[in-house]
């Protein structure tokens, strides 16, 4: 626990000061009232739709507990290779169940015009992906069980390394996955990223554009990978009309600032003080079925990992809305340029039908980042702080 903590404190600090205080927005009069309207009814539908997701997900796996180790009778693979197959078939049984919420998501995005991606290509669009997941949490069920029949109930503490290292591994590799990126081609925005980077103290890191504006007018760009895997990938949508170029050099500064932060491994340190307690509470919850070295284990193994989650998901969200926030400071330090963060985010609004004020329960359990509200109010804080226009 006193090691926990630590990693907490240290992991803590953030470039926005302490002592900020964000001002109070006119959601009505900072953005435009018949958008707002537009994106409570949009987010209202999408809100449900999450809800019964996660009901029909916790009722699927809590059924599949109780149910699934009656499989091991018909399978002759030995202790591991039957926990495996379990792991793949309840893992198999968690994407059908999801798929027709999905689906329903997928339907509303076109009936509101957010997206024209035909339902085949949707589907399959991020397969690679899901394949590198689906055999990521495969490899550390593998090793776990080989742990666990070692070590016995022992294994937690190197069983949390284990995932530790695995979605260090995930996130490292993951920018070799996308086949889907072209290098930026804007000159002007190019020799920004030089200047910021020299202002962030970074080096050279590659700009990446993905096409998606054959099916949707959603805008977004996002930092990914670490050491030599970085990178920051911007949807060309992002990159045309309503947003102006000051709106896309802050985009830049606030991805490349994530960088500089080192957001992406600080969010693998943030992973491992989750790993170990639940680790510990997948040891103590599965040793009635045996331990994890026991594949009547794993179905329950699935449950638990799930409901941890969903648990964790408002602190998780809390920690990642911060890291946020830094980045929205970091790059208003470095362009001096409230103006085009504030109009970025009203350009969110309408081009993605963000709601601007969400409700606090759907802030706290889906809200990654900061409200388009708050991130305004950010703006005009550091104008106000630092008397920029």
């Not at 397969?127 to 016995?152: K, P, Q, T, Y």
């Not at 002007?188 to 030089?194: K, P």
């Not at 670490?226 to 990938?233: E, I, L, S, W, Y």
Request: proline fraction near 6%; glycine fraction near 8%.
């Amino acid at each position: 626990v006193a090691g926990l903590v630590a990693g907490a404190v240290l992991l803590s600090p953030t470039a926005v000061p302490g002592d900020l205080t964000l001002p109070a927005i006119d959601v009505g009069r900072t953005f435009d009232a018949g958008y707002v309207e537009e994106a409570r009814r949009y987010e209202r539908f999408l809100y449900l739709v999450w809800i019964l997701a996660q009901i029909a997900l916790l009722a699927t796996l809590w059924l599949y507990a109780r149910r699934g180790a009656a499989f091991i009778r018909e399978s002759s693979a030995g202790p591991i290779g039957t926990g495996m197959l379990l792991a793949m078939l309840g893992l198999g049984i968690v994407w059908l169940v999801v798929l027709p919420f999905r689906l329903a998501s997928h339907w509303w995005d076109r009936r509101n015009d957010q997206s024209d991606l035909d339902y085949f290509s949707w589907l399959f669009e991020d397969w690679a992906v899901l394949g590198a997941e689906f055999l990521s949490i495969c490899i550390a069920l593998l090793i776990v069980m080989g742990l666990a029949r070692w070590l016995g109930e022992r294994w937690w503490l190197p069983g949390a390394a284990v995932f530790v290292g695995i979605a260090a591994l995930f996130n490292f590799v993951a920018p070799y996955l996308d086949f889907t990126t072209e290098p930026l081609r804007d000159k002007a925005l190019i020799a920004s990223a030089e200047r910021y980077e020299g202002e962030l103290g970074l080096s050279s890191i590659p700009i990446r554009v993905e096409e998606v504006s054959s099916y949707t007018d959603q805008a977004n760009a996002y930092a990914y990978g670490f050491g030599p895997t970085r990178r920051v990938v911007f949807w060309d949508t992002m990159l045309q009309e309503p947003f102006s170029d000051g709106e896309q050099r802050i985009v830049l500064a606030h991805e490349l600032a994530h960088h500089s932060q080192t957001h992406l491994p600080e969010g693998l340190g943030w992973f491992a003080l989750f790993a170990v307690p639940g680790a510990w509470i997948l040891m103590r919850v599965t040793r009635r079925r045996g331990g994890m070295g026991a594949p009547e284990a794993v179905p329950l193994a699935l449950l638990v990992v799930v409901v941890f989650q969903l648990v964790t998901t408002p602190l998780a969200n809390t920690i990642s809305r911060r890291m946020e926030a830094e980045a929205d400071w970091k790059a208003l330090q470095v362009t001096r340029d409230p103006a085009s963060l504030e109009g970025l985010m009203i350009g969110f609004s309408e081009t993605g039908l963000g709601d601007p004020d969400p409700p606090a329960w759907a802030q706290l359990m889906l809200g990654t980042h900061p409200s388009l509200a708050d991130r305004v109010a950010m703006a005009r804080a550091w104008a106000d702080r630092t008397n920029a226009p």
